[in-house]
């Protein structure tokens, strides 16, 4: 067992949890029960002597469970004669006139009734094709059976989860968000942690007078300068950040309105969609949002548009805030625009959509000024008088100042306030995580709808809280937040995983169920390496010690296996622990945690303009991120938050995160602007601007590209890029790979899909298996690199009959594998919108030299910015930038010289590593270079 890592004085040191509820022996079973056992006992040992003596025989191992589907089946008639007996016994005999119909002895009409029985239990038993993705995947990635629900399970649905609903603390103040957006068009919503903000939202909205489908008068901006009456509306999108928010949150309301998923709502993510024209809410990522701009600058569909999430400020949000502010003052006036955020960012936001900002920015900065003046005369009354020091005097020290403070935050929590509560032996973190304050001056639960614009006295007691009547309306509404206890490391930990793995074990054996742990980590390598290593450990736990569900969230987890997290554990006395990306630090709600471990990390992209290269980093999270973390130990009741670093530690973090579109390559929404229409980009409306030479240098690799002619303005290569769900190098590629010179789409599709999925090829420990691990893949190595090896490996696996064994054989998951496929189909369609069938004919039946060549020139066509050439030194350095690089060890390339590189992506751990490496040679760099993108 790991070694503990904090000193609460609570964990108990025998291997026994502290306060663990032992259940009562269980009743002694009946004859029956008995019975049933043995009977079960004996089909199984058949079925395993059937296995074991086809194994001999060198047949497939897999027998069919014929004898227990017949012994199913054979219950199943029998319940089906029992249930026409009784319905037969309590029903009248039938009339005289039937019976004489008949022959005088009714047998053809009870035949006819079986008939229909029959006919009625083939029609339940019958499978809805389309809802084959409502339900999880199975661990092979094949798509488990679409149950037929029928209306009245839906209702009773409905009526099971609607005291959920009215419990929320968003519930009470739905006629206040209906009433504001009657009067105003913009709505900045401060929701806090637990409020039901983006589940109810859309419900709340959708039945309102301004939601029905209308005629309105448009200007199309084709040319002729005309206006033209098209319908509008009907729909209500509500974009995510994360793909794995939009089809949780889908499923939830549609279970909450009593609907199947895909009709009334449905959602809409990058290779998988699940809406229809009945669709009146749809859920769906910022990125999708764009996509969907792009066929319909003006977003005729919708009624209004739902950001949630804005605090996470990601490219996709940023980009969808400055389009909807030009269509709600331009051409979709009556547009309703609901921006949601749960930090305080939501008074720049609001600013932001103000129609006069000038005069909302003077307001702000004159109330402001009498604020200050308010606080300046309250010091000068307090050092006057002695009221302060007596009540800071009467509180006891250490502790015991802590245990006053807890008690009076209680009582606010009674209230309905939210409040995290911090370590009792460290409160002054504790008074910086309390709950923020109200956007705009606004009282809780009231919405800002204008004024007297009479300006008050500064001495008046309401003056500061004196909305501002503009164009957007603020509105704030409380979470459902219990206290929350912060302990922090007694030092520094050099190795958070390891840090984690033992605080996770400390809490097990210390704290009493219920009460799930939730881990934060950076990736999906970091979160299967803890996996691996607390199921490990739990295999020693004593017997009487609860068990551990250990389960893994990100973004690229099939939906089926994201799903497990947010279903109790299969076991009354079992501790769930979830290992999770950020994806759970505010996107989605893992119900049962009481305890979260902080790394305080996250995995973010930074890009150096100056060198052109965009690397992934793992780096300190912000105190809003830290705060959020926190915050979901109490979302059902007091919980603890144990956060690996110090509080000095903690000091030193930054206040907010720095919004993506300022850390990253601006290329991909370069691209996104110009498509849409933005030629300018320097002047578009963003809530951040980045900087000029950001801007530049993404025109720049857009030229390089060929997206853009000489003047800067989008061509029609560039409007082919935009309309694909990838980046604009990927994009790129395919492009060139569907041209009739290159005839390479397919394996270009197959490489691209497989760069889609993380961690495909696993790492075992021990030095035994990494040897088994080398022989067994030296079947798929290419001496040209990474990329035509993973070409191999996709073609390898698809020729198996046993897919699963000779992935396991090969260390190669299954799992990845199956997500590839699925990536790889969508992909297919989405291209062959764009070109001729013709390129999707045939894959290749084998990878010669001279169809890797051509696979490796159309990536050096997306990817001419991401090649190094080999220096005297032995080094590589970077094309553009003439950076040091090294090949990371996970390549087939790692130790080798070759002329020239091209890779996927840059890395920075403990040095420069390209990852994702195929060799080229520097007269195809050459020819790139030279002819650009072209």
Same mark, same amino acid.
């Given at each position: ?62 027998? /069919? ?323 302060? #020091? ?16 807890? +008690?009076?935050? +209680? ?32 009282? #809780? ?100 010690? /609860? ?10 987890? /099939? ?49 150096? /303009? ?40 903690? *000091? ?19 691209? $996104?602007? +110009? ?28 030229? $390089?590209?060929? @997206? ?11 409007? #082919? ?13 395919? *492009? @060139? ?16 899909? @497989? ?32 990329? *035509? ?77 991401? $090649? @190094? ?39 920075? $751990? ?25």
């Amino acid at each position: 067992m790991p070694e503990f890592l904090f000193d609460d004085g609570l964990t108990s040191t025998k291997p026994v949890p502290a306060n663990i509820f032992t259940p009562p022996p269980p009743p002694p079973k009946s004859k029956r029960q008995e019975r049933k056992e043995r009977k079960k006992a004996e089909w199984e040992g058949k079925i395993r002597l059937r296995e074991a003596q086809r194994a001999a025989e060198g047949l497939p191992a897999h027998v /069919p469970d014929t004898e227990v589907d017949f012994l199913k089946k054979k219950k199943k008639r029998q319940r089906e004669t029992q249930q026409q007996q009784q319905q037969s016994q309590q029903s009248p005999p039938p009339p005289p006139a039937t019976m004489s119909q008949n022959g005088g002895d009714g047998k053809k009409a009870r035949n006819g009734n079986h008939e229909e029985e029959q006919a009625n239990v083939k029609k339940r038993r019958k499978i809805d094709a389309g809802n084959g993705n409502e339900f999880p995947l199975l661990d092979g990635g094949v798509p488990g059976p679409a149950i037929q629900i029928h209306q009245g399970q839906l209702k009773a649905q409905v009526a099971r989860l609607r005291p959920l609903r009215v419990n929320l603390p968003i519930w009470e103040h739905q006629g206040d968000i209906r009433a504001a957006l009657r009067e105003k068009d913009v709505l900045v919503m401060l929701g806090e942690t637990g409020s039901g903000k983006s589940t109810q939202i859309g419900q709340f909205l959708v039945n309102q007078k301004w939601m029905d489908r209308r005629k309105v008068s448009i200007t199309m901006g084709d040319g002729d300068g005309r206006d033209r009456e098209v319908m509008v509306g009907g729909c209500i999108a509500i974009t995510q950040p994360r793909r794995v928010a939009a089809i949780n949150l889908a499923r939830r309301v549609a279970q909450e309105m009593g609907c199947h998923l895909g009709d009334e709502v449905g959602y809409s993510v990058r290779f998988d969609n699940k809406s229809s024209e009945k669709t009146r809410i749809k859920f769906l990522t910022d990125g999708m949002l764009l996509q969907e701009m792009l066929h319909d600058p003006l977003l005729r569909r919708y009624s209004a548009v739902v950001v949630d999430e804005a605090h996470e400020r990601t490219v996709g949000t940023d980009l969808v805030m400055g389009f909807l502010r030009g269509l709600v003052y331009g051409k979709r006036k009556g547009l309703k625009v609901i921006v949601m955020s749960a930090t305080l960012e939501v008074e720049k936001m609001a600013l932001f959509f103000e129609k006069d900002r000038e005069g909302a920015l003077a307001f702000i900065k004159a109330k402001e000024e009498r604020r200050k003046g308010k606080e300046r005369r309250k010091v000068v009354e307090v050092n006057g008088g002695t009221n302060g #020091k007596v009540a800071h005097e009467e509180l006891p020290n250490g502790i015991e100042e802590g245990k006053h403070k807890k +008690k009076k935050k +209680k009582g606010k929590q009674d209230a309905g306030a939210p409040r995290i509560n911090g370590n009792p032996y460290d409160r002054k973190s504790d008074d910086k995580d309390s709950s923020p304050p109200l956007v705009n001056g606004d009282r #809780k639960g009231s919405v800002e709808e204008g004024g007297s614009s009479n300006e008050r006295s500064p001495e008046g007691p309401d003056s500061e809280d004196e909305p501002y009547d503009g164009t957007v309306a603020a509105f704030t509404v409380p979470g459902r937040q219990f206290p929350v206890e912060i302990y922090y490391a007694p030092e520094s930990v050099a190795d958070y995983v390891d840090a984690a793995l033992r605080t996770v074990f400390q809490l097990h054996y210390g704290q009493p169920l219920p009460g799930d742990i939730l881990v934060f980590l950076t990736g999906q390598e970091e979160i299967e390496a803890l996996q691996k290593l607390i199921q490990d450990y739990a295999e020693s736990m004593d017997k009487n010690v /609860p068990k551990i569900l250990v389960l893994p969230l990100y973004s690229a987890l /099939p939906p089926g296996l994201q799903q497990r997290v947010f279903q109790p554990a299969y076991e009354k006395n079992m501790r769930k622990v979830i290992l999770s990306t950020n994806i759970a630090e505010t996107s989605v709600t893992v119900p049962g945690v009481r305890h979260v471990v902080d790394c305080g990390k996250v995995k973010t992209k930074q890009y150096r /303009p100056k060198i052109g290269l965009e690397s992934l980093l793992i780096t300190p999270v912000s105190k809003s991120s830290a705060l959020q973390r926190t915050g979901r130990a109490g979302r059902e009741a007091a919980g603890k938050c144990y956060r690996l670093y110090t509080e000095p530690d903690f *000091i030193k973090l930054a206040e907010v995160t720095v919004p993506e579109i300022l850390r990253c390559d601006v290329a991909s929404s370069i691209l $996104t602007l +110009k498509a849409r229409g933005q030629e300018d980009v320097l002047s578009f409306d963003y809530l951040d601007s980045p900087g000029r030479d950001a801007l530049g240098r993404g025109l720049e690799h857009l030229y $390089t590209l060929g @997206a853009l002619d000489n003047s800067g303005r989008i061509n029609e290569l560039g409007h #082919k890029m935009a309309k694909l769900p990838l980046v604009p190098a990927l994009a790129r590629v395919l *492009i @060139a790979a569907a041209e009739p010179a290159m005839d390479c789409l397919h394996e270009a599709i197959d490489i691209i899909a @497989a760069l889609s999925v993380e961690n495909i090829l696993l790492t075992p420990t021990g030095d035994e298996k990494r040897e088994q691990m080398e022989g067994e893949r030296k079947e798929f190595d290419r001496r040209e690199g990474d990329h *035509i090896m993973l070409l191999t490996l996709v073609r390898e696996y698809e020729s198996q009959s046993q897919k699963k064994t000779w992935a396991e054989k090969h260390f190669v998951s299954h799992r990845a594998m199956q997500n590839l496929l699925d990536v790889r189909k969508q992909l297919k369609q989405y291209t062959t919108r764009l070109t001729s069938t013709s390129s999707l004919s045939t894959p290749a039946t084998v990878i010669t030299p001279d169809l890797a060549t051509r696979i490796l020139k159309c990536f050096l066509k997306g990817f001419l910015h991401n $090649t @190094a050439r080999l220096v005297p030194d032995g080094s590589y350095r970077t094309v553009v930038g003439n950076q040091v690089v090294a090949i990371h060890p996970s390549s087939v390339l790692f130790g080798k010289k070759v002329e020239a590189i091209v890779y996927h992506e840059f890395v920075y $751990t403990t040095r420069a590593f390209a990852r994702g490496v195929s060799a080229v040679e520097m007269g195809w760099v050459g020819e790139g270079l030279v002819g650009g993108g072209s």
